[in-house]
């Protein structure tokens, strides 16, 4: 023990002699170490009583009168210090792990700088500088590749519950069902090609349910669309891009009435294609968690096709009586927005409008995508149409709406 008691004193003498009187007193023109401006690296596991804590150091009763005889003030001032600071990036561990980088038993032993030798001769140490050779460490090049195009590619395979209208301009009926969802976007890189605005939308939807209650067939299709949008521009100012947008829709299989084999919609019955200039807004946040694109253009082009009019009734889809096509000209609106609100919730949302001054179409359209894990997310899809140019109906009158409540897989992937 007195061994122990002699090491001890010799030690915060020797460390009190050391450090000069005032080195520790404030100045303005000074500026105080602080463990709180390195990195925070994780030591040890550690509870709150273990921070706050002070350490005692017990003296035998014999000895409680010994002292070093020195002012140790600022020897206390710099432990409590230590311990607030201590304590401080604990707290800061616990709250943002993120931000922990390093692990103090995987960080490599740092490279001695001096050496201590045995000088026999005179019975004693004797301490040298160590020189090192600067370490080369050898870097692989990578060749960065340039990329004009970026892509975005998302799929999906959901169960679903779906409410459709009676009146729902494609047909179908209240099911439950499976839904497969495709989207491909292609867009030109702007970081490169900042003036130019070319962006290309692809998405297919195909949903399909058991007929139970049709006694003709097995299953039924209430969901089939097949929609490809484009937009070019060159910037104009900010912003905004003169454009010119394309849009096409129409869908691929046969549906039929619940227990009929009346037709309510087919391969290229009904199709829409519309071609329209004027200006774009586009608008991108820098954490780029909101995208907004506005597209108006004052002069566009409408053509309805309804291939199969033995079959179906053109008038269903706008169009005169017993003609394939219809052509109007007038002027669209189409606003897209994507905000990634939290991690794991993106709020999808589609606004289009066409009027030729005499009528009024439109489609809002909203996908809530509530992730549960990487593969694994549940899909909320509301559209809500107005067509002035369809049938009335007596509920509904012209507006229309398709509700679908999914849940199931999901594959992404991009090169963004």
């Not at 707290?91 to 960080?107: C, H, I, K, Q, S």
Request: one cysteine or more.
């Amino acid at each position: 023990m007195k061994a122990f008691k002699t090491i001890f004193f010799i030690s915060l003498i020797v460390a009190t002699a050391m450090v000069p009187r005032g080195a520790l007193a404030q100045s303005p023109d000074s500026i105080q170490a602080s463990t709180l401006l390195i990195p925070l690296i994780f030591e040890r596991q550690q509870s709150p009583d273990s921070l706050l804590a002070m350490p005692q150091l017990t003296m035998p009763a014999g000895d409680a009168d010994l002292s070093l005889g020195v002012d140790n003030a600022w020897l206390k001032a710099a432990q409590a210090q230590r311990r607030r600071e201590n304590a401080l990036r604990y707290g800061a561990m616990m709250l943002n792990p993120e931000l922990v980088r390093y692990n103090l038993a995987t960080l490599p032993e740092p490279p001695a700088e001096y050496a201590v030798g045995a000088d026999l001769e005179k019975s004693r140490l004797v301490i040298t500088p160590v020189e090192t050779e600067p370490v080369v460490v050898e870097v692989e090049t990578v060749e960065l590749k340039q990329r004009n195009w970026l892509h975005t590619f998302n799929s999906s395979l959901h169960f679903t519950q779906a409410y459709v209208s009676d009146n729902w301009y494609q047909g179908g009926e209240n099911n439950i069902n499976v839904l497969g969802d495709v989207l491909w976007e292609c867009n030109l890189n702007q970081v490169l090609h900042p003036k130019w605005l070319f962006n290309n939308t692809l998405q297919y939807k195909l949903g399909v349910m058991t007929a139970h209650n049709d006694s003709l067939r097995n299953y039924a299709i209430n969901e089939d669309n097949f929609q490809f949008s484009s937009q070019l521009g060159y910037k104009a100012v900010k912003n905004w891009y003169y454009s010119a947008t394309l849009l096409f829709k129409t869908q691929f299989f046969n549906n039929y009435k619940s227990n009929t084999n009346t037709m309510t919609a087919s391969f290229l019955s009904p199709a829409e294609l519309n071609v329209g200039l004027g200006m774009t807004y586009n608008y991108k946040d820098k954490y780029e968690t909101k995208t907004f694109t506005l597209s108006i253009a004052p002069l566009s082009y409408n053509l309805k096709i309804c291939r199969d009019i033995d079959r179906l009734d053109p008038t269903a889809f706008g169009i005169d009586p017993g003609h394939h096509t219809k052509h109007s000209f007038g002027s669209n609106l189409e606003a897209k927005l994507n905000w990634k609100i939290r991690n794991n919730i993106i709020w999808t949302s589609r606004l289009y409008a066409f009027t030729n001054y005499e009528y009024v179409q439109g489609d809002w359209e909203n996908t809530f995508d509530f992730s549960i894990t990487r593969h694994l997310n549940t899909k909320l899809y509301v559209h809500l149409r107005y067509d002035k140019s369809s049938p009335w109906h007596a509920d509904w009158k012209y507006w229309q709406l398709k509700e679908i409540l999914s849940f199931g897989l999901t594959y992404r992937f991009s090169t963004n």
